[in-house]
């Protein structure tokens, strides 16, 4: 055997090897004890800044970043300052997994804030319930979850459609186009939407998801126009709900007679979409970036000195927003020296605070009352608030199943 | 009947979009076997060039076509220099090289200039349907359609017309053997990748009306263009077009017939199954090498 | 006995010490840290498994995350039906699925489960590979043939939503039960599991390309015409290492559904697929081992620096990337081999000649 050649084949693969162990150290970081210890309080930011979703959770990133800014301004909390710790999971659900895990265990957060996505949550959620730690979470979602980890900012089903559907029927009729994106929320929705049309004796004349991402509807609209329906409802998601729309304007159909009603359409898609294209369809929110309030002013103002002067809020930025004032609020309650995230979580239910939407309570159940609103898009881009609940509307994560409740001790099957 | 006869419509604009796609692709796979998988950023590229132009300067759409193919040739005649030159050798890895430039270029688009989804208007005097009983046609679609025609003949005339297109094709043929009679086979490589780079551009602002522009729209057109010059056959303009016809024909009649996901997952099984029987394509040209 | 199998039997020997000693050790045995780098070990199987049938075969499957992701559901579905005892998984209620499909009653049983995570990638990766290689498909076509599965596998998980649970996956998963050992992620032992699988497959793949098997394959890649003109069936032996490179990347999504607790369709995806690709390329794709190490080294390159420059990492990646393409089409194995020569000749006498280097065209000819 030659024994140059076998000294250094063996030294190539060697090195390589220690390259991989060596390059850790410099790489390592220090591992935290108790939680908040330090002179400051570590808050996880988990929002992707790059890949699909970005276009929607940058957005997010920016509203509770900007609302941890101004608490720190004002002195912190107890005297700390919030510590932002800020992870890039790229829009893929494996690096959520992995980012939550290095925020929740290694860095210690007491509580994280965080994704868009219903798959980046159920991604996050078993290390939040395994580490006993606390995810809030500002999107609207599909519900049927009752998790003691997540705080719910976002709007149910029940608090979109209740007011929604009885209104859409009664102002344009009961015969639903159905179409969405392929996957569980636009289901869960839709099934609701069901049950709420079974009672007006409506009718869907046409259920359909296409895939996440689709960009030609042109077989949509066809089929839109052969079915001749009174609404379109739409829980198409992103770039899917942007290329429909303004398909969907090329196509000329007139908003007037056939509106598209989305549960998903805020600012942001209407921004890409166009104000033209999307004037005269109407969406169902619990926040208009147009609503009438101090608070709502106060914020809009300070998001768009901050971020640009053609920045726009929407209902999920507002609860990614109100979010982190509910975090701090609730940390003041406790005492400095033992702050948990489940402690957090405890002085949070039953609180109370004026968001830009208006007072806000959270549930029991951990979801939040919220005051529902219908918008009707104008060339502007902004949506005009044509009817607004009269009374601040409870989470019902089991709406459309019967028999089963959301509540403070977990699910509840009667 | 009249879902029908719509639908077929449907697959035409579906098709010609791709067609624009695929053929910048068909030519640079067709002349250099390069798989180029930044093609889909570039399709990007075109939709940004649009929407700067639109932004800063005013152009519309359609005026504004010239300037984004210009503008996106450049960056592709600059990726071809730089890169894609020293990798003629290993088609397999400009697989891999290529892809490493759209996620290069997918991000320096991000951090340039924003993650959101930005707005591009449609051309004004292409609104509107023509309506022929049942059938309902949008204006700008019929216009893509055409356009899509003329770039394809457009592309046949330089091919077979100029003296370009014989030392393109002497290339094709016999690089050895051109370059021995004075053909300088690197520009005429460093030329044609610029052109299927243009191409792309435009099928970027073709698409900005209709679709949502975001640094990651290229990356789903990219597989989808790439088996319409696979299917297509190398090198053959016509089988390109044949083969976007086919496939967005297919996908449109599949999507009534059932729905449109899994119409596209009976369309890609199709075109494994083609691939497998008839691995040079539709329509194979005659030599290569 | 072969000089060159020594060289590789000290590499692994190297590695295995880092892996199973140096990297417990120097991560003081923390939970966390050693949870993060079994992930990496087990993308590090996937990166192994793409370089056997890539780098000793020349055979470019894009479609690797597509195997790896039917192992990953295969662990996923037992671990469901566990975490949910004797009722329906909870997202067949949501999709209105009244019975158990017949496809998940057999996931019920661990051993079936186990063989099942192998078996059926490796089915699925041979019935592709006869289907291609029957028909002597080759080079870029062999790319593309597994792109489009991969593509199609993708969407009809996703569409299928009542038994794969659609584009959120299969999360909320219980422990695995290894006869009678419950796995914790976050335990040293389970590091040891997938380090111990890692090694395994490191082996089993060594022995592979040398043997006189792997000199075939090699024979394939370099001429695949006239290995045929020696009497050898090709399309067999290409069929017999692709269904291998399926069931080690089946083994792999099976450890990386338990390490991140869930399956998703993201596993599926093309960006998935390429990066694995991106890992072997960057390691070294003519050595199972180094590609092992490229996976593990990009993986915490991209762990850490994406910390650090959060919207610079991807571009970074990018210029890494083509980088590596250009300039090191052997990865960095390669380099090292060739500094290690060099130093050598230095040294004086340069004994035997050049190997044949690996950056030849892979396949320059095309169907013609």
Redesign the interface.
């Known amino acids: 055997m030659k024994r140059r050649e076998f000294l250094g084949r063996a030294g190539a693969v060697g090195t390589l090897g220690m390259a991989g162990g060596l390059s850790a150290p410099a790489l390592l970081s220090s591992v935290g004890r108790a939680y908040a210890a330090g002179d400051d309080i570590p808050v996880g930011l988990l929002f992707s ?4 979703v ?2 929607v959770e ?2 997010l990133h920016d509203a509770a970043l900007m609302a941890i800014e101004e608490i720190n301004a004002a002195g912190g909390v107890h005297g700390k300052q919030l510590r932002p710790i800020i992870e890039d999971p790229a829009s893929d659900p494996a690096t959520y997994a992995d980012r939550a895990r290095r925020l929740m265990i290694r860095d210690k957060c007491v509580s994280v804030f965080g994704s868009y996505t219903s798959s980046s949550r159920q991604a996050v959620l078993p290390i939040a319930e395994q580490r006993n730690n606390l995810y809030w979470y500002p999107t609207l979602y599909e519900g049927r979850e009752c998790s003691r980890n997540i705080m719910y900012g976002g709007a149910l089903a029940n608090q979109q459609q209740d007011i929604l559907i009885p209104w859409l029927a009664e102002n344009f009729g009961s015969r639903f186009y159905m179409v969405g994106n ?1 996957y569980v929320y636009p289901k869960e929705e839709n099934n609701y939407c069901k049950t709420l049309l079974k009672v007006l004796d409506g009718e869907v004349v046409h259920e ?4 996440m ?4 509807f ?6 839109i ?2 079915e001749e329906p009174d609404v379109i409802f739409s829980t198409l998601v ?2 899917s709900d ?2 429909f729309a ?2 969907y304007h ?3 159909l007139d908003p007037a007679k056939l509106p598209v009603c989305s549960l998903t359409r805020s600012e ?2 209407v ?4 104000g ?1 294209a999307a004037a005269g369809h109407f969406s169902s929110a619990p926040y208009f970036m147009g609503h009438e309030s101090a608070e709502n002013e106060k914020f809009v103002e300070a998001y768009k000195s901050r971020f640009g002067a053609d920045e726009v809020t929407h209902f999920v930025s507002e609860a990614a927003y109100f979010q982190v004032y509910q975090f701090k609020a609730a940390l003041e309650k406790l005492d400095p020296s033992n702050i948990t995230p489940t402690g957090i979580r405890d002085a949070a239910v039953g609180m109370t605070m004026t968001a830009p939407q208006g007072e806000i309570l959270i549930d029991a159940n951990l979801h939040t009352h919220l005051w529902p609103k219908i918008g009707q898009w104008q060339s502007d881009g902004q949506a005009k608030v044509i009817v607004q609940s009269e009374e601040r509307v409870a989470p019902k994560p089991y709406a459309a199943y019967p028999g089963q409740e959301c509540t403070g001790a977990g699910l509840v099957k009667s | 009947m ?2 029908v006869l ?2 077929i ?2 697959g035409l ?2 098709a010609s ?1 791709l067609l624009i796609i695929a053929l910048g692709l068909a030519i640079i796979y067709g002349t250099m ?1 390069v ?1 180029n998988l930044a093609h889909g950023e570039f399709v990007m590229l075109g939709a940004y060039a649009t929407w700067a132009l639109q932004t800063h300067l005013g152009l519309g759409v359609v005026t504004a076509l010239p300037l984004v193919f210009l503008a996106v040739a450049v960056v592709g005649w600059v990726i071809e220099k730089v ?1 894609v030159q ?2 003629y ?5 400009t ?3 290529t ?6 270029l ?3 688009v ?2 340039g200039i924003g ?5 591009v ?2 051309p004004e005097w292409l ?3 023509i309506e022929i009983g049942a059938l ?1 046609m ?1 204006n ?2 019929i216009f893509v359609i055409f356009l899509s025609i003329m770039i394809v003949t457009g592309t046949w005339l330089l091919m077979t017309r100029t003296e370009f297109g014989m030392k393109l094709r002497a290339v094709i043929q016999n690089r050895g053997i051109s370059e021995c009679y004075g053909v300088e086979a690197k520009k005429v490589y460093s030329l044609t990748f610029a052109y299927g780079a243009g191409l792309a551009g435009i099928a970027g602002a073709l698409i900005t ?6 640094p ?2 290229g ?2 057109l990219v ?1 989808d263009a ?2 319409v010059v ?1 299917v297509g056959g ?1 090198g053959s303009l016509v089988g390109t077009a044949a083969a976007a016809m086919l496939i967005g024909e297919v996908t ?1 009649l599949f ?2 017939v059932i ?4 119409g ?2 009976a369309v ?2 199709g ?2 199954l083609l ?3 008839r ?2 394509g539709l329509f194979p040209a005659d030599t ?2 | 006995m072969n000089s060159k199998l020594s060289y590789d039997i000290i590499g692994l020997g190297l590695f295995g010490a880092v892996i199973l000693f140096g990297v417990p050790a120097f991560f003081s045995y923390d939970g966390f840290e050693l949870n993060t780098f079994a992930r990496y070990l087990s993308l590090a199987i996937v990166s192994m498994a793409l370089a056997l049938s890539w780098g000793t075969a020349g055979l ?1 499957n ?1 479609g690797q995350a597509a195997t790896f992701g039917m192992g990953s559901y295969a662990m996923a579905m037992h671990l469901k039906l566990k975490a949910s005892g004797d009722n329906l998984p909870d997202f067949m209620g949501w999709n209105n699925v009244e019975a158990l499909p017949a496809l998940w009653v057999p996931f019920n049983s661990l051993t079936f489960t186990l063989l099942a995570g192998l078996l059926i990638p490796a089915a699925v990766g041979g019935l592709i590979a006869t ?2 290689f029957r ?1 002597r ?1 080759a ?3 062999v ?3 597994t ?3 991969l ?2 596998f993708q ?2 998980v ?2 299928q939503q009542g038994f794969t649970g659609g584009q959120n996956g299969l999360t909320g998963l219980a422990q695995l039960e290894l006869f009678g050992w419950t796995v914790d992620i976050y335990a040293t032992s389970f590091y040891y599991l997938v380090g111990g699988c890692l090694m395994a497959a490191l082996i089993f793949g060594l022995y592979l390309t040398h043997s006189k098997f792997g000199l075939v394959l090699r024979a394939i890649r370099e001429d695949a015409e006239r290995t045929r003109y020696f009497g050898y069936n090709v399309a067999n032996y290409q069929t017999l290492i692709f269904c291998i490179s399926a069931g080690l990347a089946g083994l792999a999504g099976m450890l990386y559904a338990l390490v991140l607790e869930f399956a998703s369709p993201t596993y599926m995806s ?2 998935f697929s ?1 990066a694995i ?2 890992w072997c ?1 960057v390691g070294g794709r003519e050595s199972v081992l180094a590609a092992a190490m490229g996976a593990i080294l990009v993986n915490l390159a991209e762990g850490r620096l994406s910390d650090v420059f959060v ?2 990492w ?2 970074m ?6 980088a590596v ?2 300039f090191m ?1 052997r990865g960095i194995y390669g380099v090292i081999v060739d500094a290690g020569r060099a130093l050598r000749r230095r040294g004086g006498s340069e004994e035997f000649a050049e190997t044949p280097s690996f ?1 030849t ?4 000819k ?3």
């Open positions: 800044l790059t890949g699909a970005a276009v940058h957005t392929n359909e998801y296409v895939p991402g689709h960009s030609d042109s077989s949509v609209i066809n089929r126009r052969a992103g770039d942007v290329a303004r398909q090329a196509a000329e942001v898609e921004k890409a979409i166009g033209e | 009249d879902v719509n639908q419509f449907a604009s579906f979009i076997g798989i890169i020293r990798l050798t290993r088609p397999l890895d697989i891999l090289a892809w490493g430039i759209g996620i290069i997918q991000q320096a991000r951090m993650a959101e989804s930005k707005f208007k449609g609104s509107g349907n309902v949008s700008y679609r009306p209709l679709f949502s522009t975001i990651t729209m990356t789903g597989v790439f088996l696979i190398l449109a999507s009534i729905n449109d996901t899994l596209r997952i890609l099984a075109i494994i691939i497998r029987f691995p040079r290569r090498r | 470019l894009l289907f291609m028909a498909i080079g870029v076509f790319a593309v043939i792109l489009a599965f593509v199609a969407l009809l996703i569409e093309v960006s390429l690709v991106i390329a919207e610079g991807h571009m990646l990018g210029v890494l990337f083509v393409v250009m089409p950056d065209p892979l396949n320059t095309q169907e013609s």
